[in-house]
């Protein structure tokens, strides 16, 4: 049996598709409500457990989890209720991880490239603490996942740990599932939607001179690649420490527009749009994963690439209107 908090959102209930479908008992930790219900309702029976009672749950039950996946968060990068996120991202964290020591149970959760900041620090996922100490977030959100990174690496160092544990630091992560984000899903059916209703994509201006209109660059991974790492540290449980999760290669939202374009075949058609001011202040214009830790842990897979992951999303899911897998 599986624990997956934040199960019924984007990255979690594409991770408990896979462990249903393998034939596992997952329990899932999430508030379900219209907008996230269709991400769990093919699964078949998932016991859900929600939020306020997770921790009463956990000291209650008879079978513990094999392992605990802590997806959930609150993940908006323009939420400013820094106490709300820091009882949701630090607190229950700080807990989880506490309930995974005492009981010897691998802890798997979401870390956020949101902890580099701009990037002038680069990318690097050193789990040194004088490295996670210069980082800079833009964000509370950022800030929070920070805060758990540096307190994860110091319970750890002082041999107060679970058996294995891992903060993986997703980059841009798209794919089906993401439907019920709103404004913060990924670009992709964003983009896809734009298209669709107006035969074009709307992208920001560049307020800095070295890149482009369109021009910025993130590292793009298809949700599916994401879960894959996450099986394979499940099978290599001498697997510690924080990783970066992306593919390693930066692409531009002029490409990603332009591989939405080609899967449906029309012609590119591109507004450049001002950047919002809530954004601006606080966007990056480059993220690049450096994978080097990962691959040197022993994860040798190949990531799905940018055209090919669009193609799929776009294609298998956007355009049969089934945007859950």
């Known amino acids: 049996m599986y624990l997956v908090t934040g199960g019924a959102g984007f990255i979690g209930s594409n991770l408990v598709a896979s462990l249903a479908a393998s034939g596992n008992k997952v329990v899932v930790n999430d508030m379900l409500d219209e907008s996230n219900r269709l991400n769990l309702e093919k699964r078949g029976p998932i016991e859900n457990v929600p939020p306020q009672a997770l921790l009463s749950w956990l000291n209650s039950v008879q079978q513990k989890p094999e392992a605990i996946f802590h997806m959930g968060a609150i993940s908006s990068t323009v939420e400013r209720n820094v106490d709300l996120i820091m009882r949701n991202n630090y607190l229950l964290s700080l807990r989880l991880w506490e309930w995974a020591t005492r009981h010897q149970v691998p802890f798997i959760y979401a870390s956020s490239a949101a902890t580099y900041g701009g990037g002038e620090r680069g990318f690097d996922d050193d789990s040194d603490l004088d490295a996670l100490q210069r980082l800079k977030p833009l964000n509370p959100y950022g800030w929070s996942k920070l805060l758990f990174d540096r307190a994860a690496v110091q319970m750890a160092e002082a041999g107060n740990a679970p058996p294995q544990w891992a903060g993986l630091r997703f980059f841009n992560v798209y794919g089906p599932n ?67 999760l992306g593919t390693g290669q930066a692409r531009s939202f002029d490409d990603l527009a332009t591989a939405i374009f080609d899967t449906l075949g029309t012609s590119r058609e591109v507004d450049y749009i001002p950047m919002p001011d809530n954004v601006r202040n606080q966007y990056q214009y480059f993220t690049e994963a450096r994978m080097d830790r990962l691959r040197a842990a022993g994860y040798d897979a190949p990531f799905t690439t940018l055209e090919a992951g669009v193609r799929s999303y776009v294609g298998d899911y956007l355009e049969s209107n089934d945007q859950y897998a």
Request: charged letters at 25%; zero cysteines; proline letters at 3%.
């Open 178 to 244: 993401e439907y019920h984000k709103g404004g913060q899903r990924s670009v992709v059916p964003q983009f896809w939607q734009q298209i669709r209703e107006n035969a074009k994509a709307r992208l920001f201006k560049s307020h800095d001179p070295d890149y482009s209109d369109g021009g910025q660059l993130r590292d793009f991974i298809h949700v599916s690649d994401t879960v894959s790492v996450m099986h394979w540290l499940l099978e290599n449980s001498n697997v510690r420490g924080i990783f970066n």
